[in-house]
């Protein structure tokens, strides 16, 4: 027996102090994910669907991680990564270099936040544009149905066949509801025409958006809209002597004989506030929905093509918006069919503008 400890003797000394070093190491860590943030030691990863430069969505959210920088926050970032396995990955790669906040900014990154966020309860987390949420996690977007609206005026003085082409990306309540504001916008200065829907399942790919296009193109359209990531469909418009409206960040360039104007995101608005409210130690999850008021989306600057009256018009809706006395969802509003959706004196609610799932009239196009 004696012989037996003696052997066993030097193990359990390794043993021990292996577990003390664990131990050491675990309550090490324990005290610094207690500490406050700050400056110092934050660091503020994204997680990105594209390119930083790709001219469209991902360019214009990495806006809010350059505000942070500009302040002297530290900050990480992936690109193209996918709406699969990949996000997950993505994002226990940045926990691993040290973030301890996370920004996942697209739709499909919602399930793998939300189950990283769950293991690591001490990671501040948002999600871009989606539903699900917990103590750790909050969503933002922005009211950029509003935008569209304003968009839809552009777009409504401009056209001359009354045929508004829309080239969108998936069926869901964001595209939906950019949609439909976008087709009431444009029936507030031309009533009789009608605004078609080509989706596409994709948030960036420009040939399968440049296809699109030019199937609406084919059919009388004179103005595109788009609810894409490329400018692909800025160029097909440009190609066929037609008109485009952007979206997500100014792009004159891309089609300067087109290009009318954008409905555009300023996503520092969210990431800077957010920071803040983690540096003075008063951050909350919540859910972020703002719009023209708080400076979250706007409309770009109107191009020098665009229809002679269309500055003024938009001015004033925006300045509505603004004040509260336009409400883009308020009745009467009847859907494609013509059957009444939403009475006359009566506004749809946020939840109801958040999960639409309806076309309103005017709109040529199917939902699964």
Same mark, same amino acid.
């Given at each position: 027996?004696?012989?037996?400890?003696?052997?066993?003797?030097?193990?359990?000394?390794?043993?021990?102090?292996?577990?003390?070093?664990?131990?050491?190491?675990?309550?090490?860590?324990?005290?610094?994910?207690?500490?406050?943030?700050?400056?110092?030691?934050?660091?503020?990863?994204?997680?990105?669907?594209?390119?930083?430069?790709?001219?469209?969505?991902?360019?214009?959210?990495?806006?809010?991680?350059?505000?942070?920088?500009?302040?002297?926050?530290?900050?990480?970032?992936?690109?193209?990564?996918?709406?699969?396995?990949?996000?997950?990955?993505?994002?226990?790669?940045?926990?691993?270099?040290?973030?301890?906040?996370?920004?996942? /900014?697209?739709?499909? $990154?919602?399930? %793998? !936040?939300? +189950?990283? @966020?769950?293991?690591?309860?001490?990671? =501040?987390?948002?999600?871009?544009?989606?539903?699900?949420?917990?103590?750790?996690?909050?969503?933002?977007?922005?009211?950029?149905?509003?935008?569209?609206?304003?968009?839809?005026?552009?777009?409504?003085?401009?056209?001359?066949?009354?045929?508004?082409?829309?080239?969108?990306?998936?069926?869901?309540?964001?595209?939906?509801?950019?949609?439909?504001?976008?087709?009431?916008?444009?029936?507030?200065?031309?009533?009789?025409?009608?605004?078609?829907?080509?989706? /596409?399942?994709?948030? $960036?790919?420009? %040939? !399968?958006? +440049?296809? @699109?296009?030019?199937?609406?193109?084919? =059919?009388?359209?004179?103005?595109?809209?788009?609810?894409?990531?490329?400018?692909?469909?800025?160029?097909?418009?440009?190609?066929?002597?037609?008109?485009?409206?952007?979206?997500?960040?100014?792009?004159?360039?891309?089609?300067?004989?087109?290009?009318?104007?954008?409905?555009?995101?300023?996503?520092?608005?969210?990431?800077?506030?957010?920071?803040?409210?983690?540096?003075?130690?008063?951050?909350?999850?919540?859910?972020?929905?703002?719009?023209?008021?708080?400076?979250?989306?706007?409309?770009?600057?109107?191009?020098?093509?665009? @229809?002679?009256?269309?500055?003024?018009?938009?001015?004033?809706?925006?300045?509505?918006?603004?004040?509260?006395?336009?409400?883009?969802?308020?009745?009467?509003?009847?859907?494609?069919?013509?059957?009444?959706?939403?009475?006359?004196?009566?506004?749809?609610?946020?939840?109801?503008?958040?999960?639409?799932?309806?076309?309103?009239?005017?709109?040529?196009?199917?939902?699964?």
């Amino acid at each position: 027996m004696k012989k037996i400890f003696a052997r066993l003797l030097p193990f359990c000394t390794v043993l021990c102090l292996i577990l003390c070093v664990l131990s050491g190491c675990s309550k090490k860590n324990d005290k610094k994910r207690n500490e406050p943030l700050t400056k110092e030691n934050l660091l503020v990863g994204f997680v990105y669907i594209g390119s930083i430069n790709d001219q469209g969505y991902t360019q214009a959210q990495d806006q809010g991680r350059l505000a942070l920088e500009a302040e002297g926050i530290k900050t990480k970032y992936v690109e193209n990564v996918p709406e699969d396995e990949g996000c997950e990955k993505a994002i226990r790669g940045l926990i691993e270099e040290g973030c301890n906040v996370i920004y996942t /900014t697209s739709y499909g $990154f919602m399930d %793998s !936040t939300i +189950k990283v @966020a769950q293991e690591f309860p001490y990671i =501040k987390f948002g999600h871009c544009s989606g539903y699900k949420r917990s103590a750790n996690v909050s969503t933002y977007f922005g009211r950029v149905y509003e935008a569209r609206y304003l968009a839809g005026i552009v777009a409504g003085m401009k056209t001359k066949s009354k045929k508004i082409g829309y080239v969108a990306a998936y069926p869901i309540p964001e595209c939906i509801r950019g949609i439909n504001a976008f087709a009431l916008g444009v029936q507030s200065v031309s009533p009789d025409a009608t605004v078609e829907v080509v989706w /596409t399942n994709t948030w $960036f790919d420009p %040939s !399968t958006e +440049k296809q @699109a296009a030019a199937e609406l193109l084919e =059919k009388g359209c004179d103005v595109l809209a788009q609810h894409q990531d490329s400018t692909a469909t800025q160029i097909a418009a440009q190609g066929k002597g037609a008109f485009a409206i952007g979206y997500n960040v100014d792009s004159p360039d891309a089609a300067p004989k087109a290009y009318l104007t954008a409905p555009v995101f300023h996503w520092e608005t969210f990431i800077l506030d957010d920071v803040h409210k983690i540096l003075d130690g008063i951050w909350k999850s919540r859910a972020y929905w703002e719009g023209l008021a708080a400076g979250m989306t706007d409309l770009a600057p109107l191009s020098l093509i665009c @229809a002679n009256g269309t500055q003024e018009k938009v001015n004033e809706a925006k300045a509505s918006i603004i004040n509260g006395s336009l409400k883009i969802f308020k009745g009467p509003i009847h859907n494609q069919n013509g059957e009444l959706k939403v009475a006359d004196g009566f506004r749809m609610s946020d939840d109801d503008i958040w999960n639409m799932n309806w076309f309103v009239q005017g709109v040529i196009g199917t939902l699964p």
